[in-house]
T-cell receptor, first 115, second 113 residues
Framework: EPEVTQTPSHQVTQMGQEVILRCVPI?????FYWYRQILGQKVEFLVS????????KSEIFDDQFSVERPDGSNFTLKIRSTKLEDSAMYFC?????????????FGPGTRLTVL | DQQVKQNSPSLSVQEGRISILNCDYT??????FLWYKKYPAEGPTFLIS?????DKNEDGRFTVFLNKSAKHLSLHIVPSQPGDSAVYFC????????????FGGGTRLMVKP
């Protein structure tokens, strides 16, 4: 069964450093997403991406964040200068089409720890 | 801003009995509702969904009920099995919001053998 994969599974970084979280969405999917879950809190939407453009972003997704689809398979989330409060599980997801009825498939997550 | 809320952080049920997980929402623009299940160290896995034009959707042991006037939905699992033990998230989306899902805080279900 096709699945979304994410690397690394755990990333530890120093405050102020740049990190890139990587995702390989399901191959025939066209819509890509990043969500995060701070420990003990809700899963929160960060950004959605379609046709090489951001289609929607939350207020969490400020100038420190960027997304890119550098080739035909990878989808990355970059945090330019990490802060302590960026420590969270980051989930990538993808869906075949638009609309709530198009199931979003989630990856296993990357645990980001900022020291 | 808690647009989607799950008031019970945990629920314990005996194997074979019914599990009922509840979810409330405030945004009347939501038009699609989903339930995801999450095991530790894994991402959320889609379980079942319902459009706002329906009031019930059933898939095997899982049934979701939607009460639009009360802005309330529930997930029924019958019969509950120990493998159902996980965190269940309610989520909602609106068509004009770039497919973003708004999640509730989750309910940890424990099914005891």
């Amino acid at each position: 069964e096709p699945e979304v994969t994410q690397t690394p599974s755990h990333q530890v970084t120093q405050m102020g450093q740049e990190v890139i979280l990587r995702c390989v969405p399901i191959s025939n999917h066209l819509y890509f997403y990043w969500y995060r879950q701070i420990l003990g809190q809700k899963v929160e939407f960060l950004v959605s991406f379609y046709n090489n453009e951001i289609s929607e972003k939350s207020e969490i997704f400020d100038d420190q964040f960027s997304v890119e689809r550098p080739d035909g398979s990878n989808f990355t989330l970059k945090i330019r200068s990490t802060k302590l409060e960026d420590s969270a599980m980051y989930f990538c997801a993808s869906s075949e089409g638009a609309g709530g009825y198009n199931e979003q498939f989630f990856g296993p997550g990357t645990r980001l720890t900022v020291l | 801003d808690q647009q989607v809320k799950q008031n019970s952080p945990s629920l314990s049920v005996q194997e074979g009995r019914i599990s009922i997980l509840n979810c409330d929402y405030t945004n009347s623009m939501f038009d699609y509702f989903l339930w995801y299940k999450k095991y530790p160290a894994e991402g959320p896995t889609f379980l079942i969904s319902i459009s706002s034009i329906k009031d019930k959707n059933e898939d095997g042991r899982f049934t979701v009920f939607l009460n639009k006037s009360a802005k309330h939905l529930s997930l029924h699992i019958v019969p509950s099995q120990p493998g159902d033990s996980a965190v269940y998230f309610c989520a909602a989306s609106e068509d004009n919001a770039g497919n973003m899902l708004t999640f509730g805080g989750g309910t940890r279900l424990m099914v005891k053998p």
